[in-house]
C-alpha cells in the first residue's frame, strides 16, 4: 500500500508541475510495470508479499490521470499463490478554493488470489492553503478476507 502511495503521490505532482492545455485531448496508453504489494489476509492470515507485472491502461486528459489494472499478475513469495489485481486509480482537478485549484486522488484496488480478497479504498484531496500544499483524508478502508 505504501508503494501505491507514493507512485500516486509523485504521479500527482507530476500533474501539479507540467498542467496540460485547456484544448488538449485525453491519451490512452497500455502500460506493464513490475509491482509489489503487501497482502496481510495472504498466507492464512500471516501475510506476504507478492510480486510480478501489473498491466495498466493509463489515461491522461485534462484535468485527469487514470490507471486501470488491465492484467497482470503478482506471485505470492511465501505460498507462490497468484493474485490478480483488478480497480482503478484517478487524480481529477475537481474545484477551485479561493482561486486555488482542489486536487482529488481516488484509489479502489483489489487484489484477488486463492481465498483472499484484499480492497483498498481511499479518498484524498490536495489544497493549497496557507502557503503550503495539504492534505484532506475524506476517507480511507481497508477490507482483507
Known amino acids: 500500500m505504501k508503494m501505491i502511495k507514493i507512485l500516486m503521490v509523485g504521479l500527482i505532482l507530476c500533474a501539479l508541475l507540467a498542467p496540460l492545455e485547456s484544448n488538449a485531448q485525453a491519451t490512452s496508453t497500455m502500460e506493464e510495470v513490475a509491482w509489489s504489494a503487501y497482502i496481510p489476509c495472504a498466507n492464512d492470515g500471516y501475510g506476504e508479499v507478492a510480486y510480478g ?3 495498466l ?3 491522461i486528459g485534462k484535468n485527469l490521470v487514470q490507471f486501470q489494472a488491465a492484467g497482470g499478475e503478482l506471485i505470492g513469495e511465501i505460498t507462490g499463490d497468484v493474485y490478480r489485481p483488478t480497480g482503478k486509480t484517478s487524480y481529477v482537478q475537481t474545484s477551485f478554493e479561493n482561486g486555488t485549484p482542489v486536487y482529488t486522488f481516488v484509489n ?5 488470489g486463492p481465498g483472499v480478497q484484499y480492497m483498498v479504498k481511499e479518498v484524498f484531496h490536495y489544497i493549497f492553503k496557507d502557503g503550503m500544499w495539504q492534505l484532506i483524508v475524506e476517507n ?4 482483507c478476507k
Open 53 to 55: 507485472t501489473l498491466k
Open 57 to 59: 491502461h493509463v489515461v
Open 108 to 112: 479502489i484496488y483489489h487484489m484477488v
Open 140 to 143: 480511507s478502508e481497508v477490507t
